[in-house]
């Protein structure tokens, strides 16, 4: 399958830590890429190749993954990680891209 | 530090041809690294991927989209273009240009998106 599927909506506490999932058959091969994006913006890239973070992402933003699934962990959610957030990998039969449907994450 | 900024019309009209560049600043898209791509976000869903270009002409299209897309590079401009035709109002969505980057392990691989440009919204409208 090519399709990457994650959770429409999750909330967390201000100062929480929440995890966002990813399932898809090619994250065994793939790592899954994370996006953040709030409305009227373009999505930013907070997490890439394993567990890497692009400059200027906090450190509270983590990366794992296990088998078909991947995982975004946020420590300590802050009121302005209130966003959507997207994963992304490849699909390896036909070099197609595909992104999940995306996770509203609320910061109560 | 490296910019994408899209342009075109922001009102297509229904069979009609949308066409778009995505002009890339403060670096070369002559760059062996990379690859340059186009995504769509309908109003209020979410991301879809159209397709890829290298500046070899390489290209990779969303298969759902393959048989109406065309992308395309102008390396003296340090520019590239996506054409879609044949367009309806399921067309319309906010479009993106991005830097699609590519790395790779004994055991596995990894691709992101980055920067995007701001995105531009087209609407196909009559």
């Known amino acids: 399958s090519s399709e990457l599927t994650q959770d429409p909506a999750v909330s967390v506490a201000l100062g929480q830590t929440v995890t966002i999932t990813c399932q898809g058959d090619s994250l065994r091969s793939y790592y899954a890429t994370w996006y953040k994006q709030k409305p009227g913006q373009a999505p930013i890239l907070v997490i890439f190749?394993?567990?890497d973070r692009p400059s200027g992402i906090p450190d509270r933003f983590s990366g794992s993954s296990s088998g078909n699934t991947a995982t975004l962990s946020i420590a300590g959610a802050q009121a302005e990680d209130e966003a959507d957030y997207y994963c992304?990998?490849?699909?390896?039969?036909?070099?197609?891209?595909?992104f999940g449907g995306g996770t509203k994450l609320t910061v109560l | 530090q490296l910019q994408l900024q899209e342009s075109g019309p922001g009102l297509v009209k229904p069979s009609e041809t949308l066409s778009l560049n995505c002009r890339v600043s403060g670096g070369s898209i002559n760059r062996a690294n990379y690859y340059w791509a186009w995504i769509r976000q309908p109003p209020g869903k979410g991301l879809e991927w159209i397709g890829n270009?290298?500046?070899?002409?390489?290209?990779y299209f969303n298969p759902s989209l393959k048989s109406r897309v065309t992308i395309s590079g102008d390396t003296s401009k340090n520019q590239f273009s996506l054409r879609l035709t044949s367009v309806t109002a399921a067309d319309t969505a906010v479009y993106y240009c991005?830097?699609?980057?590519?790395?790779?392990?004994?055991?596995?691989?990894?691709?992101?998106?980055?920067?995007w440009g701001q995105g531009t919204l087209v609407t196909v409208s009559s």
């Open positions: 270009i290298h500046y070899t002409g390489d290209t």
């Open positions: 992304h990998s490849r699909n390896s039969s036909d070099n197609s891209v595909v």
């Open positions: 190749r394993r567990n």
């Open positions: 991005a830097r699609l980057d590519f790395w790779s392990s004994e055991t596995k691989e990894a691709n992101w998106f980055a920067p």
